[in-house]
């Protein structure tokens, strides 16, 4: 994490690189929420290389009793078992400011079962370097928690996706849509090493999306199917301890009282899953890739069933996560939810249709216009909308309505304003038309539909 920002991520005896702008930053390495650096303060100058090294914060021989408290304190100060400094030996000769880094930081579990064994903890070392440059945005490969380059996946006969390719940012909600049969399901088990794709590569978390890596990228993601998948005949409690103990995660109540308190469920702990509602149910789905503070979480249809104060939870809650820096990505029905809730979109129909942000999608498949509405309809709109310099086309919406093609709504306007009443036209409104993500979603699925047709 660069100023509080979670800027990349590296994995054992992987290197990544991390743009920064010249002047002063704040650096810390984190791996769980047990396991982070202290924040070290850096001056980052063009053209230099900033070198850290990350490596256990006492070098004094193992002795049992000292770890193990060391081990139990670090569950209440979270900064005990990382150092990071400045290391000597990083060099200055770049030209442009870059960054990467090399993680081998333990889970506390894996930690104990290190000093019990007698291992040296100091064989857990961190080196980075890190360089400036011009900070990438979210949604760039520079800093990137996805990156799917010409996936395919083909079921026999069937493709359920093809040469799909897009980038995620971290800290990014990143919106998936798509009819029933796209792929955006398969698409999520594929990302999740659930399935392997036919072609094409992906990095996820910074790794390598192939079969030797599955364990160590589900270790960084959780994914909430659309059905949660609870023990009915289990409490609320019983299903995330039962979970926390698959994920490897001991003595973790506290852990399973957060994430309950962030899904608003914690005077339900003790309730069966069985007596819960649909919408409850999800919520505990929720709290359940919450458990193992996941760097990427693959949401499929999250508000599924759930009435509209239980989705505003919902909605809370990713935006809450989105603001710590998890990446979020959410394949949804509910358009409205999506321009909502997500920085970017992407449409797929087996192809991948257009990836954007919101605005920059309907800038592209729509002209801009204005909507007028007048007391009374127009004798000759043609011939009066024509001397109109700034109106390009027109198109009647009903009695007394128009919409007019325009290229820049804020000149044109005052200008339509002026024409119609000095015309003597009683004007009740005008202004920009505004299209949504459904007016997009429809406009690219028509197409799709059309070019169908024989």
């Given at each position: 994490m660069i100023d509080g920002s979670v800027v990349g991520s590296i994995s054992n005896e992987r290197t990544v690189e991390i743009p920064v702008e010249p002047g002063s930053h704040a650096l810390r390495v984190e791996s769980t929420r047990y396991l982070l650096s202290p924040e070290v303060s850096f001056?980052?100058?063009a053209g230099q290389v900033v070198g850290f090294s990350c490596h256990p914060r006492s070098g004094s021989p193992i002795i049992f009793t000292r770890w193990l408290i060391w081990l139990l304190a670090s569950l209440v100060k979270h900064d005990l078992w990382i150092g990071l400094?400045?290391?000597?030996?990083?060099?200055?000769?770049?030209?442009?400011?870059?960054a990467s880094a090399r993680r081998s930081m333990p889970r506390p579990e894996v930690e104990a079962s290190r000093i019990q064994s007698g291992l040296d903890a100091r064989s857990a070392s961190v080196r980075a370097e890190t360089i400036t440059s011009v900070p990438a945005r979210p949604g760039t490969k520079a800093q990137s928690a996805l990156v799917v380059s010409d996936l395919t996946k083909r079921f026999g006969d069937r493709?359920?996706?093809?040469?799909?390719?897009?980038?995620?940012?971290?800290?990014?909600?990143?919106?998936?849509l798509g009819p029933n049969g796209a792929g955006k399901t398969t698409m999520v088990?594929?990302?999740?090493?659930?399935?392997?794709?036919?072609?094409?590569?992906?990095?996820?978390?910074?790794?390598?999306?192939?079969?030797?890596?599955?364990?160590?990228?589900?270790?960084?993601?959780?994914?909430?199917?659309e059905s949660p998948g609870l023990y009915l005949r289990l409490t609320v409690t019983e299903n995330l301890e039962y979970f926390a103990g698959l994920y490897g995660l001991h003595h973790a109540e506290t852990r399973i009282s957060d994430a309950l308190g962030a899904v608003n469920l914690g005077d339900r702990a003790s309730d069966l899953c069985g007596a819960l509602s649909k919408g409850l149910r999800q919520r505990v789905g929720l709290a359940r890739t919450l458990l193992s503070d996941p760097a990427i979480m693959f949401l499929d249809e999250p508000t599924s069933g759930l009435d509209p104060v239980a989705s505003l939870e919902v909605h809370n809650?990713?935006?809450g996560l989105r603001q710590q820096g998890v990446t979020i990505f959410l394949t949804t029905h509910r358009l409205d939810e999506a321009e909502k809730l997500c920085d970017r979109v992407a449409i797929l129909n087996t192809t991948l249709r257009t990836v954007g942000r919101t605005a920059e999608l309907r800038?592209?498949?729509?002209?801009?216009?204005l909507v007028v509405n007048v007391l009374a309809p127009l004798s000759d709109p043609d011939q009066f909308f024509a001397r109109v310099p700034t109106v390009e086309d027109w198109r009647s919406d009903g009695p007394g309505s128009y919409v007019l093609t325009v290229s820049d709504p804020k000149v044109a306007a005052p200008e339509v304003t002026r024409s119609l009443v000095a015309a003597g036209v009683d004007v009740l409104s005008i202004g920009e038309a505004k299209h949504s993500l459904e007016d997009v979603y429809l406009e690219l699925i028509a197409e799709d539909v059309g070019a169908r047709q024989p």
């Open positions: 001056e980052a100058i400094q400045l290391d000597d030996a990083s060099s200055a000769s770049h030209g442009v400011m870059s493709t359920a996706f093809s040469d799909v390719s897009f980038d995620v940012g971290y800290g990014e909600v990143f919106g998936f088990r594929t990302l999740g090493t659930l399935i392997t794709p036919t072609s094409g590569s992906a990095t996820v978390a910074g790794i390598p999306l192939s079969a030797e890596n599955g364990v160590e990228i589900r270790q960084r993601i959780a994914i909430m199917p809650l990713i935006i800038e592209q498949l729509f002209k801009r216009s």
